[in-house]
């Protein structure tokens, strides 16, 4: 109200400026407000025709679940012109289909506290990317509802998206839900988890993986890592010490039985080698 009346008063003391200029200046603000539409007035007048025609009666929302997804997706596809109709908003949403599923997928799981089983299968198919951000949230509905087969989606979906989006390598799978999630504190971005060196060493075979680092590595790296006393472990394999270390690379700590037996590989490698280039000369 105050800020009306100022515009009142500024109004009246510049008699000096053109009134033609002031008509113009109305009438651009006047057709400035017509060109827009309340998108939450017309969503709600129209609801029911668009779900039905937007093909979203199957995900089985509330009324006022449904007001909201809808009118997010009108948002969405209203260019900001001066009318709009269901056929328009139709005919652009299956021109997106793909895109705009990712976009509802998401949104249901901000809409709904719990998912039912349809609408849980339906997210896990069609969340793309957002499973990054989603992940930690999907897996428990999953886990709280058996469903091992979306658990699978989930983790390809979700290994797909981190190589996309995040990183070209994936992280260590997380020994408790098996997502490639583990960072280096040994903490998972998917259950939430913190595991143990132990725990970790036992899901990845750690002493096969020794043997094969001690076996294909240049002698030079695998004695690096008896001097320092430590391995990088990746999704991959076990990398040495002292060389570029990526930021989801898992520092592990050997212990003695594991040195000792990457020495005995080593002594053995050198030794046969040492054969080889001798029977060679």
Sequence with gaps: MARGRRRSRRSKKSSGESSSGTSVSRRSRSSSRRRTVDVDAWTARHLDELVDVLGLRFLDLSREEYRELVTKIVDLLYTGSSSIDVKTIARRFRRNLQQLYQFIAAALVEIREELSEEQLEFVVNNIG????????????????RGRTDLVERLRAQWNASWVRNRHP?????????????????LTCLVCGATVSEEELKRHVGFENMLREFAETYPVEDV????????????????????????????????TRRERELLKRLLELRESREGAIRASSA
């Design 129 to 144: 990317d957002a499973v990054l951000g989603l992940a930690p949230r999907l897996y428990r509905e999953c886990v709280r």
């Design 169 to 185: 390598v994936l992280p260590v799978e997380c020994p408790r839900c098996g997502f490639n999630a583990l960072m280096p504190d």
């Design 223 to 254: 004695k690096r890592a008896l001097k320092y006393g430590y391995v990088y472990l990746t999704s991959y394999g076990i990398k040495p010490p002292g060389g570029a270390r990526d930021p989801i690379d898992i520092e592990v700590v050997l």
